[in-house]
């Protein structure tokens, strides 16, 4: 007896009703094959890129990594783009970092604040970053993104829940979309660069009475740098104040950056404190170098009132549990104390089993061994104090200077990009993740 459908059916109604089960199984794995294999493939069924293919070798070999790769500018690089860092590498094995060029900055948006090489620094010290490609292109072409699936092995591009839209209008990951090899992450609330930006102009708001021009150019980029987020413009007023952190800490987030681990027991400990504000590649390197000298590095972040006593009333701009968070993401920190006395006590040395306090040459004040209250005098005495000098020439000072030097340049770069943040706010919905 046969069946209709070409299904040839024996007598015994057992064995027929074997057959058709182990017939709807196979079918059923073959289609869910096909739905996964759909999954690499852009939308149409065509594979270009030899997506289908890629997988199937990467099937035959289970011990490949999943690599993930993220890009952007990383100017003026703060705890957002460390968190963000820090969740791309949270959906794979390896995390592969695009810095985009100079030039390819100055084209899409205007002059960067921090040159390539301290991007890279900045990049290249976050803890969560397994590799770095230089010049990477502000668009992600097909021929580039070949190359990301080719050359680097990268399985998944990321980006934020914004919006990366190029100059002409179209969205900057469309192709990574079609490809299937897309994937989405949340972008941290409560700070931009541009933000930033003007947190540093309030430290130099003073300007001479008659120079009414700078004056006048000076408050309409506070007021382009603020976002018009400051309290004067939501309740209606002008909005001439930069606004301060919107930034909410958490607890579980200063888990998420810490690295967990104590020193061990016969560890050689090196202690190094600072405020760490707008933290830069300068830090970043006297860190690198700092950790070399022992086997555990424990960094001081000062308290916001001292960073005010001694640097001045609109100091600091990132504010303490910023400046811990972008401290903690260093590659080379392993602890940090938030809220580090001035003073390096004997108490504390012990506390801690401090085996070493440094201190960069290069400083925003470096006449401290001339106070009468020395922060350093216990561990000089002790004879555990050290001065390092510091790789790079780079202070917070030096930040706000680039950017007093070019804010018309400034000015012109972020105008499209407050617009977009602000349309990015007044739709935001909740997205789910960290």
């Known amino acids: 007896m046969s069946d209709p459908g070409g299904l040839a059916l024996t007598s015994s109604p057992s064995q027929n009703r074997a057959r058709l089960i182990s017939t709807c199984l196979a079918g059923c794995l073959i ?4 739905a996964i294999i759909r999954l690499y493939l852009p939308a149409g069924g065509n594979d270009p890129l030899g997506l289908g293919a890629r997988l199937r070798r990467r099937r035959k070999n289970s011990n490949h990594p999943v690599r993930v790769y993220m890009d952007g500018c990383f100017d003026m690089m703060h705890y957002g783009h460390c968190n963000a860092l820090r969740q791309a590498r949270a959906l794979g094995d390896q995390l592969v970092v695009g810095v985009v060029s100079d030039d390819e900055i100055i084209a899409n948006k205007g ?31 097909e021929d580039f993104m070949r190359k990301l699936f080719d050359e680097y092995k990268i399985d998944y591009i990321i980006h934020g829940d914004d919006p990366c839209v190029l100059p002409d209008g179209t969205d900057a990951y469309a192709l990574a979309k079609k490809a299937g090899r897309y994937k989405q992450i949340k972008r941290t609330e409560g700070v931009s660069s541009t933000d930033i930006v003007g947190r540093m102009l309030l ?21 382009q740098f603020s976002h018009g987020h400051s309290q004067k413009f939501e309740d209606g007023g002008s909005g001439n104040g930069t606004r301060v952190s919107h930034f909410l800490p958490t607890s579980r987030r200063i888990v998420q950056f810490s690295n967990g681990k104590a020193p061990g027991p016969n560890a050689h400990i090196i ?35 001292t960073v005010s006593a001694n640097r001045g009333a609109h100091r600091p701009i990132m504010n303490l549990h910023e400046r811990s968070l972008s401290v903690l993401a260093c590659r080379y920190v392993d602890e940090v104390i938030i809220g580090a006395p001035w003073e390096v006590s004997k108490d504390m040395i012990t506390t801690f089993n401090i085996s070493l306090v440094v201190h960069g040459l290069i400083s925003e004040r470096n006449d401290f061994q001339k106070d009468e209250g020395n922060p350093y005098a216990v561990p000089i005495d002790m004879g555990i104090f050290k001065v390092l000098q510091s790789p790079l020439d780079i202070t917070t000072t030096t930040i706000i200077r680039r950017i007093v030097a070019n804010h018309n340049a400034y000015l012109k770069r972020n105008e499209k990009k407050a617009e977009c943040e602000r349309r990015y706010y007044e739709g935001k919905t909740y997205v789910s993740g960290d």
């Not at 430290?203 to 007021?223: A, F, G, I, Y």
């Open 31 to 34: 289609i869910g094959f096909t």
């Open 111 to 141: 002059p960067p604040v921090t040159p390539l090489n301290e991007r890279m620094i900045m990049v290249s010290g976050v803890k969560w970053v397994d590799e770095v490609i230089l010049d990477a292109p502000y668009a992600i072409t």
């Open 203 to 223: 430290c130099v708001r003073e300007r001479p009475k008659s120079d009414t021009h700078k004056n006048q150019n000076h408050s309409s980029l506070q007021r």
């Open 271 to 305: 202690y190094i404190a600072g405020a760490f504000d707008l933290f830069h590649a300068g830090h970043v390197e006297i860190l690198k170098l700092a950790r070399g000298l022992g086997d555990f590095l424990l960094v001081g972040i000062h308290t916001d009132q």
